[in-house]
T-cell receptor, first 113, second 112 residues
């Protein structure tokens, strides 16, 4: 079993709709969770971090964490073509991102105009 | 600059040669990380430096790989006797205390 699992996609979503990206992790001791966006040929860019159960909203992005189910998700509302990218889920055993990150292989998202 | 700076941005070398990759973290960040991303793959942890503590080298794939961080700032990742499977994008990240990691633009390494 992979430590961090994501559906590789591609996930196609019409412009203006909600894109839902999912991630599960195996280490129950995980403390901090991150979503990075990676455009083709570019480096990962942090878009959301979440540390406690529940929802965290930032603009069009909402991260959801359920530690009991070992599940973290990212919702993108009002999807735009510029949201087309690979989204990487990353998990850390330490608080706030210190210590190494364990990444999923990413979900490729395409927003269809 | 304000972000993590890596050099060179691209490196092409022959199999068997040694290469050095450089990372200059965000000013004031005490933690520095090296990751590797092979084509179509996720990011693979290599090594982590935190302040003056001994580095976490648990991700280095072989003894051909080494890294150092001088003066608690700039880091160099060295790959000796390069092999074709070393071809990848090498990414450096840094973080401040209780802060998420931010990545540089990476070095794209191609071994011929």
């Amino acid at each position: 079993q992979k430590e961090v699992e994501q559906n590789s996609g591609p996930l196609s979503v019409p412009e203006g709709a909600i894109a839902s990206l999912n991630c599960t992790y195996s280490d129950r001791g995980s403390q901090s969770f991150f979503w990075y966006r990676q455009y083709s040929g570019k480096s990962p860019e942090l878009i959301m971090s979440i540390y406690s159960n529940g929802d965290k909203e930032d603009g069009r992005f909402t991260a959801q964490l359920n530690k009991a189910s070992q599940y973290v998700s990212l919702l993108i509302r009002d999807s735009q073509p510029s949201d087309s990218a690979t989204y990487l889920c990353a998990v850390n055993i330490a608080n706030f991102g210190n210590e190494k990150l364990t990444f999923g292989t990413g979900t490729r998202l395409t927003i269809i105009p | 600059g304000a972000g993590v700076s890596q050099s060179p941005s691209n490196k092409v070398t022959e199999k068997g040669k040694d290469v050095e990759l450089r990372c200059d973290p965000i000013s004031g960040h005490t933690a520095l990380y090296w990751y590797r991303q092979s084509l179509g793959q996720g990011l693979e942890f290599l090594i982590y430096f935190q302040g003056n503590s001994a580095p976490d080298k648990s991700g280095l794939p072989s003894d051909r790989f080494s890294a150092e961080r001088t003066g608690g700032s700039v880091s160099t990742l060295t790959i000796q006797r390069t092999q074709q499977e070393d071809s990848a994008v090498y990414l450096c990240a840094s973080s401040g205390s209780n802060q998420p990691q931010h990545f540089g633009d990476g070095t794209r390494l191609s071994i011929l």
